[in-house]
């Protein structure tokens, strides 16, 4: 078994059926989590210090302003991650860590004297249960390089740039190790759906996943108006409808496909899905800007309304034009000096997450 499985096996101990279609499919989230770990592997590594970015973007199809902003934020938290070890630990990055029940790829590995420290990096933008993979991961640790009196495992959350810490000792991992056991008896016998089912293989042939989805669309659809959803029915299908809201655009990604692939798609009531193209243009900078003022008159109150500048895009640009060791003084100068000259305004926005405690 992977290690990255152990969190849905905890969850779901038949996730570790076979099936005979399992479920693998290709997400832009994959990619561009592909595209950081390999950018933050050779800046750990120091193959490449400075990794060029852009390069990696087009390798792996992801955007290059979405890559290096959580570039920078992992590069920022390895910094400080690695002072607070010491410098006297052994660093090891994508560690292969092989054991008889379980085994898998380590992002980063600290060894020290007293202590083993794990950290996994996230770029995904929904958190889950990553404390039961990282104790995987200190649990082979800890057979290959030898007991210590300490373990931590550390979970970096890139898309919200926070630091999740769990500190273990021995007997935290032997409790972990016995866990391991008692759910492999109930491989077969016990199922769980809920939100670790977005992540199972065997989600397309899972009985219980199935009636599991068909109560949510029933239960859903049950009140006729919004006052009908009281708080404690609202608490219970948030999660329950945020997977049912990704079954709906696995169904839309299918109709697509099969449009693109044959045409269109016919219709019961005798219209037909087509697929229709549209254009769209995007102006070059610097020729719109030097139109813009020269020949229709454009003040820079004008062009302040036409352009827009992303932090990220001038991090990255710094970065490109600075020493190394000195990016990140020039980089948060650079964007000091912007506020000092009020050229910064914060932008206030609200989006729905989920926190620990009622009252967080």
Not at 46 to 66: G, K, M, N, R
Not at 131 to 147: I, N
Not at 311 to 321: F, Q
Request: with cysteine.
């Amino acid at each position: 078994m992977r290690v990255s499985a152990l969190p849905m096996f905890w969850a779901c101990p038949s996730s570790a059926l076979d099936c005979e279609h399992p479920y693998s499919p290709e997400s832009d989230a994959a990619a561009l989590g592909t595209a950081v770990h390999k950018a933050l592997q050779m800046m750990i590594n120091e193959a490449s210090p400075d990794p060029s970015l852009s390069v990696i973007a087009v390798e792996h199809d992801v955007d290059l302003e979405e890559l290096s902003r959580l570039y920078d934020i992992g590069r920022d938290a390895w910094t400080n991650l690695r002072l607070h070890a010491g410098l006297d630990a052994e660093v090891h990055s994508e560690l292969r860590l092989e054991g008889e029940a379980f085994s898998g790829t380590a992002d980063i590995v600290l060894v020290g004297q007293d202590e083993i420290v794990v950290i996994d990096w996230k770029s995904g933008r929904l958190r889950g249960d990553a404390e039961t993979q990282v104790m995987g991961y200190l649990d082979l640790a800890r057979k290959r390089f030898g007991p210590r009196p300490s373990y931590r495992g550390i979970v970096m959350w890139l898309q919200f740039g926070d630091i999740e810490a769990h500190d273990y000792e021995d007997e935290n991992l032997d409790a972990f190790e016995e866990t391991y056991a008692r759910k492999l008896e109930n491989i077969g016998k016990a199922y769980a759906p809920g939100v670790a089912c977005r992540y199972c293989r065997r989600q397309l042939e899972c009985s219980a996943r199935r009636e599991f989805m068909q109560a949510t669309a029933l239960a859903i659809a049950e009140p006729t108006c919004k006052k009908l959803f009281t708080p404690d029915l609202l608490a219970a299908l948030y999660d329950r409808a945020k997977m049912l809201e990704k079954c709906l655009d696995q169904f839309k990604d299918a109709v697509s496909l099969h449009v693109q692939e044959n045409g269109g798609l016919d219709l019961p009531n005798g219209k037909r899905i087509v697929e229709r193209h549209y254009q769209r243009e995007q102006y070059d900078p610097r020729t719109t800007w030097q139109v813009l003022t020269q020949q229709h008159g454009f003040t820079q109150e004008d062009m302040a309304q036409v352009l827009s500048v992303g932090t990220t895009a001038i991090k990255r640009i710094i970065g490109a034009k600075t020493d190394k060791g000195q990016k990140v003084e020039k980089q948060a100068q650079a964007l000091q000096d912007i506020r000092d000259a009020n050229g910064a305004r914060t932008i206030s926005y609200s989006k729905l997450i989920q926190v620990k405690g009622s009252n967080s």
